[in-house]
């Protein structure tokens, strides 16, 4: 390592330590976060690493801390990022909802493990995928992105970033602990070729008449001002109007809350990333993400060999739910499955959209769901057929 | 005949969100008393009003953020600290003042109160202690004194109180004081000082929360409550021992007030920089 912020270059790198880099060259500068298997690689490459490059690191009394921490240093400026696993993203569920509400960008890395509870701190899960969508009281939206495999880790750390600026909301990169202490080939691109999206912000100087929470444009998001600027704003969880006051009426409320959504919600397409596998002349769809769609697409290629019409969908974006493209899938697929390793998550957003029998492989967690379950489902399902 | 005399500005003016009062407190209450002293310090201070901003967590006084004419954070029940810490550590350059109650500050987040008091992070706290839960209607809280009454304690506080000042000193807290609503000079000089103390600094300040506390404890307006400020506070002096600062309101006891600690540990960042250059 070095003091160079972008690692340009070809590199054999764990997954928690292409999640690092991927902070740095995305333009990270403040990590603040606590010890938990299976993320701690990521705390102690920045630890390390941050210093070199005049960034901030600490480390925190707990999760809860942790986030708080990232959101204030958001708030002045600067790209921030924590990483835990499930029981301290649980303790993360209360600030969630406080980025949401005050507009803050921050990125959340999950690298999950076998929950619930302590459940099994050294093993591959994917049972938080709901959880990020429901977890914190309320309605709301937030982004969250899966990668699934150590360069896709490094590059959707730098696609959170900038989806959070982009749509001042926290983003997830719900990584698993398979994904997270995997090794592999990571190529890191020159610092040019990083891709960095700026936050929308103010359009004049301060001058008394800045709305903070004013949407500008179509897109429904406010421009923002950073602390020590001079806009004097106020953020608050509380329901509030434009200018950031608190505001305590149901209209204010039914306002704030719908926009917060609708700004996802109405931008899914910008924010949606899939991957398609054989798909044009499928009649068997699978649907796999992070971990499991390794095994999944081996599984799909290997019923392709004995001559299966099946193709595979890996959701990279969990969060919004790619339903659109879920329903294109649906016009002409007969059926569905669904693999993923906790007992069924993903796989209700699938029945919620389509009208086809959805299939279910399913592992509570600990170990890799590998391609033959995966493979004797699509055998059954296009026995059936 | 009395001749009527119009200001043309509240000195206050510039430094108070006006457009968002009347304040939600009540009458006799003190947090507006300690946010006045603030208020004023930011004006005497030699920093920018830009660079100040101020974090409250939940709670009446966590409604301070609210009224302050500057780059205000109102956080989650507990979590100003931690933000702040975040908000000081990504931008040096901020004077960040963490301004909350005893019940956000020493319960819900008494937790990150003492490691930021540990770690020596560059933030100045302001703990408004009216011995209650104002704002949820008087319930007990972590500074409640023994013995006191709350409506969630209607046979009386079973549990001792924090005693703030000491817990602080023993965190390692660079500069601890505490002083009542009643000292006003007192409590803007103190402010005043910690923005020129590198460091973690905490003061605490004793305030009437009639309506909440008072009414379950025979204070029953807030001129009561700085009566008893007034009879029982003692100056603190070299011959009494931290342990001596804990607040019993049913006894005779002093209420000591002052400043308790003031010395000159290397902040948080500064430590980082010293072993980077030491060990890089």
Known sequence: MSGRAVLTGKHFMHGDHACAEGAIAAGCRFFAGYPITPSTEIAERLARRLPEINGTFIQMEDELGSIAAIIGASAAGVRSMTATSGPGLSLMMENLGLAVMMEVPCVLVDIQRGSPSTGLPTMAGQSDVMQVRWGSHGDYRVIAYAPWSPQEVF???????????RFRVPVLLMADEVIGHMVERVEIPAEDQIPRWSRKRPLHP??????????QGADLV????HAGEGYKVHFTGLTHDERGYPAMTAE????????????IQSNADEIVRTEPYYLDDAKIVVISYGCTARSARRAVEDARQLGMPVGMLRLISLW????QIVEQLAASAESFIVAEMNLGQMSREVERVVKQPVEGVFHAGGAMIPPEPILEAIKEVAGRG | MAETLLAEKHPLDDIIRADRLPHIWCSGCGIGIAMRCYAQAILESDISVDQHVVVSGIGCTGRVAGYMNLDSYHTTHGRAVPFASGMKLANPDLMVTVFSGDGDLAAIGGNHLIHAARRNVDIKVICVNNFNYGMTGGQTGPTTPFGARGTTAPYGNPELPFNLPYLLAASGANYVSRWTTLHARQIKQEI????????????EVLAPCPIGFGKSNSIDAGLDEMELYRERCVLVNDGVEMEEYGIDLREERPIYVGNFIDRDQLPYRAVVTQNRVRNG
């Open chain 1, 206 to 215: 301060p001058n008394g008449s800045f709305r903070a929470f004013l949407p």
């Open chain 1, 320 to 323: 919004p739910f790619p339903e």
């Open chain 1, 252 to 263: 204010a409320h039914q306002r704030l809350v719908t926009r917060l959504i609708d700004k």
């Open chain 2, 192 to 203: 005043l000082n910690t923005f020129v103390k590198p460091g973690f600094t905490f003061i």
């Open chain 1, 155 to 165: 590059d959707l750390t730098i696609l959170s970033f900038n989806m959070a600026d």
């Open chain 1, 222 to 225: 406010p421009p923002m001002a």
